[in-house]
């Protein structure tokens, strides 16, 4: 008993205790250090009641009632001897603020229920590739929430096709092998989107893709990559849960433990890598908007503590090739304390339970931020639509959001949402260079061969598997400089080539598609036809009356000189300024 007198003698109380701000985050206290010995840690205490021990001087209650509390912090040294406690504070948490109301009608009045082709072709734009004319005259007349709800809840399935993507180089015209090369690797890729009949869960696995983004630069092997990209495409199902595919990347995915290093995260030389990014690019982003920091570099090394034990195999010869396990050995099982929250030390060596567990506390910490639900909302949002998501409109999102709960909410109330539609005369959302180029294919029909379209996607700046960094393509405007619109146009001309040419190194077919339509047809029956072709695409009137003096301008004595007009009209629809947005 003497012996505690002279401890707490010795470690005196911590100064300054405040409340920060109290709201919907919870209550933020601050204090500082007690004047001479320094506290292993603090214990923190509301209305007399440990909560929660923090080895920072500041800490965020978030799981306040509403009303009014006290607290006071005392300081603890290396055996958990107590200090003398500081100041009681006192602070009010203010009741939640009642749910904001509806957003306006999910169909406007200026809008009605009823789909033009405009507006059906913004849809598949926007949610996938670009309408087929088919899709097109299936979907005009019928309803908003009709068309969103097929998108939704339609199983994928892949169209058939008489042109299969083939091999070309020394080996010419065999089924590709998506082990074999690369190039045949990502060509898998875009002929699954070429296909797609309901392309929504592609162009959600590809948006899973940039979001938890790897690289073959990493030098990931080939089945690794393709596993991971099933695990995207499986998770663009938007029954499945947000939460859900947060473990799976934590705890499962091999192309994810070798990017990340997660392997390398044992206990006594932990890794940050995953635990970091984990946080600043898949759940949290860097920063709150009103600039406080989401997370300290204490936040990150006790996360990557409770993420210690994870073991990827890397032997090729054996038959858990690629596989994760858990570790006891490796796991470090001293007390954690990250975001707010200690995971107490077991006590004990750890079992084969202590990892999933600990991983699934970690989720619970991290999603449970308020800065992920927004976070996470504004990236889906801006996927979809140019414009910054409405105060409101956020709210009502956050409100309907759980980690843990299908993300379909969520999806819906984006592609519902009145300014899906806006600017129809004038699309101001850049299409990225993997949409763009599966939407050439997809409005030529053309088929693939050898690197000719992997090439284009090299030159547009936007290869899968291979994003310039772990926080995976910037987007919008980016994609626009002196070097990828030529890339743009360029793609085009690739996909005319095997669509149309009878060389040896397009794609093998019985004659030429007739692409003249005679001596006598005029400029504008050319555009017209030449639009036609590609789907019908949109043009502003600047272009189409651009297109028709180039058209009559350009000499048509010869068949050649027809089709080369042909070409180059069709190439200007695709490939001009017209054809990059959508």
Same mark, same amino acid.
């Given at each position: 008993?003497?012996?505690?007198?002279?401890?707490?003698?010795?470690?005196?109380?911590?100064?300054?205790?405040?409340?920060?701000?109290?709201?919907?985050?919870?209550?933020?206290?601050?204090?500082?250090?007690?004047?001479?010995?320094? *506290?292993?840690?603090?214990?923190?205490?509301?209305? %007399?009641?440990?909560?929660?021990?923090?080895?920072?001087?500041?800490?965020?209650?978030?799981?306040?009632?509403?009303?009014?509390?006290?607290?006071?912090?005392?300081?603890?040294?290396?055996?958990?001897?107590?200090?003398? +406690?500081?100041?009681?504070?006192?602070?009010?948490?203010?009741?939640?603020?009642?749910?904001?109301?509806?957003?306006?009608?999910?169909?406007?009045?200026?809008?009605?229920?009823?789909?033009?082709?405009?507006?059906?072709?913004?849809?598949?734009?926007?949610? !996938?590739?670009?309408?087929?004319?088919?899709?097109?005259?299936?979907?005009?007349?019928?309803?908003?929430?009709?068309?969103?709800?097929?998108?939704?809840?339609?199983?994928?399935?892949?169209?058939?096709?008489?042109?299969?993507?083939?091999?070309?180089?020394?080996?010419?015209?065999?089924?590709?092998?998506?082990?074999?090369?690369?190039?045949?690797?990502?060509?898998?890729?875009?002929?699954?989107?070429?296909?797609?009949?309901?392309?929504?869960?592609?162009?959600?696995?590809?948006?899973? +893709?940039?979001?938890?983004?790897?690289?073959?630069?990493?030098?990931?092997?080939?089945?690794?990559?393709?596993?991971?990209? #099933?695990?995207?495409?499986?998770?663009?199902?938007?029954?499945?849960?947000?939460?859900?595919?947060?473990?799976?990347?934590?705890?499962? /995915?091999?192309?994810?433990?070798?990017?990340?290093?997660?392997?390398?995260?044992?206990?006594?030389?932990?890794?940050?890598?995953?635990?970091?990014?984990?946080?600043?690019?898949?759940?949290? &982003?860097?920063?709150?908007?009103? %600039?406080?920091?989401?997370?300290?570099? $204490? /936040?990150?090394? &006790?996360?990557?503590?409770?993420?210690?034990?994870?073991?990827?195999?890397?032997?090729?010869?054996?038959?858990? =090739?690629?596989?994760?396990?858990?570790?006891?050995?490796?796991?470090?099982?001293?007390?954690?304390?990250?975001?707010?929250?200690?995971?107490?030390?077991? &006590?004990?060596?750890?079992?084969?339970?202590?990892?999933?567990?600990?991983?699934?506390?970690?989720?619970?910490?991290?999603?449970?931020?308020?800065?992920?639900?927004?976070?996470?909302?504004?990236?889906?949002?801006?996927?979809?639509?140019?414009?910054?998501?409405? $105060?409101?409109?956020?709210?009502?999102?956050?409100?309907?959001?759980? *980690?843990?709960?299908?993300?379909?909410?969520?999806?819906?109330?984006?592609?519902?949402?009145?300014?899906?539609?806006?600017?129809?005369?004038? *699309? #101001?959302?850049?299409?990225?260079?993997?949409? =763009?180029?599966?939407?050439?294919?997809?409005?030529?029909?053309?088929?693939?061969?050898?690197?000719?379209?992997?090439?284009?996607?090299?030159?547009?700046?936007?290869?899968?598997?291979?994003?310039?960094?772990?926080?995976?393509?910037?987007?919008?405007?980016?994609?626009?400089?002196?070097?990828?619109?030529?890339?743009?146009?360029?793609?085009?001309?690739?996909?005319?080539?095997?669509?149309?040419?009878?060389?040896?190194?397009?794609?093998?077919?019985?004659?030429?598609?007739?692409?003249?339509?005679?001596?006598?047809?005029?400029?504008?029956?050319?555009?017209?036809?030449?639009?036609?072709?590609?789907?019908?695409?949109?043009?502003?009137? !600047?272009?189409?009356?651009?297109?028709?003096? =180039?058209?009559?301008?350009?000499?048509?004595?010869?068949?050649?000189?027809?089709?080369?007009?042909?070409?180059?009209?069709?190439?200007?629809?695709?490939? &001009?300024? /017209?054809?990059?947005?959508?």
């Amino acid at each position: 008993m003497a012996q505690f007198r002279s401890m707490a003698r010795r470690l005196a109380a911590p100064r300054g205790l405040k409340v920060k701000r109290a709201g919907p985050a919870g209550i933020v206290l601050a204090w500082k250090a007690p004047r001479g010995t320094k *506290p292993a840690a603090y214990l923190i205490f509301r209305d %007399g009641r440990r909560i929660a021990r923090s080895e920072r001087r500041h800490y965020v209650d978030a799981r306040a009632k509403p009303g009014r509390h006290r607290y006071f912090v005392l300081g603890v040294d290396d055996h958990g001897r107590r200090g003398k +406690h500081s100041k009681v504070v006192r602070a009010r948490m203010p009741a939640p603020a009642p749910a904001p109301p509806e957003p306006p009608p999910i169909v406007p009045p200026n809008y009605g229920p009823t789909l033009t082709a405009a507006m059906v072709d913004r849809l598949f734009w926007r949610a !996938g590739f670009g309408a087929t004319a088919a899709q097109r005259a299936a979907w005009t007349g019928k309803g908003h929430l009709q068309l969103v709800d097929w998108l939704l809840d339609t199983a994928p399935s892949l169209a058939a096709t008489a042109t299969p993507p083939l091999t070309g180089g020394s080996t010419p015209n065999q089924p590709i092998d998506p082990l074999a090369s690369e190039d045949e690797l990502v060509m898998e890729w875009l002929d699954r989107m070429q296909r797609a009949v309901n392309p929504l869960r592609e162009r959600m696995g590809f948006f899973w +893709h940039r979001h938890w983004a790897v690289s073959r630069d990493a030098g990931i092997p080939a089945p690794w990559l393709i596993a991971y990209r #099933n695990r995207m495409l499986r998770f663009a199902d938007p029954r499945l849960s947000f939460r859900a595919l947060a473990y799976e990347m934590s705890t499962l /995915d091999a192309a994810m433990s070798m990017y990340l290093n997660g392997s390398d995260n044992v206990k006594g030389r932990p890794n940050e890598n995953y635990a970091r990014e984990l946080m600043e690019l898949f759940c949290l &982003g860097p920063t709150a908007p009103n %600039g406080d920091p989401n997370y300290s570099q $204490a /936040d990150v090394e &006790g996360l990557a503590r409770a993420l210690t034990g994870w073991r990827l195999n890397f032997d090729d010869a054996s038959p858990d =090739y690629g596989k994760i396990t858990f570790n006891p050995s490796r796991f470090e099982t001293g007390a954690k304390t990250f975001l707010g929250r200690t995971l107490p030390a077991l &006590g004990r060596a750890a079992t084969a339970a202590d990892g999933p567990a600990a991983v699934n506390a970690a989720l619970d910490a991290v999603l449970g931020h308020p800065s992920h639900a927004p976070f996470l909302i504004r990236k889906l949002w801006a996927e979809f639509i140019a414009t910054p998501i409405p $105060a409101a409109t956020l709210s009502a999102l956050v409100a309907a959001y759980r *980690p843990n709960a299908p993300l379909r909410p969520v999806l819906r109330g984006i592609l519902t949402h009145a300014l899906i539609f806006e600017s129809l005369g004038e *699309p #101001n959302l850049v299409k990225p260079p993997v949409v =763009y180029l599966v939407g050439v294919l997809r409005a030529l029909g053309a088929p693939m061969k050898g690197n000719y379209m992997t090439g284009a996607l090299t030159n547009m700046q936007q290869r899968p598997y291979r994003p310039p960094n772990v926080a995976g393509w910037e987007g919008g405007m980016s994609w626009l400089n002196t070097n990828t619109v030529q890339g743009r146009f360029d793609a085009v001309m690739r996909a005319q080539f095997l669509k149309y040419s009878n060389s040896a190194n397009s794609y093998p077919r019985a004659a030429l598609v007739e692409v003249d339509g005679g001596a006598g047809e005029t400029p504008a029956a050319l555009v017209e036809r030449a639009h036609a072709s590609v789907g019908r695409p949109w043009l502003s009137t !600047g272009t189409r009356n651009a297109l028709l003096a =180039y058209a009559t301008s350009a000499p048509t004595t010869t068949v050649q000189q027809r089709r080369q007009r042909f070409y180059t009209v069709q190439a200007l629809m695709l490939g &001009g300024p /017209d054809g990059q947005v959508m």
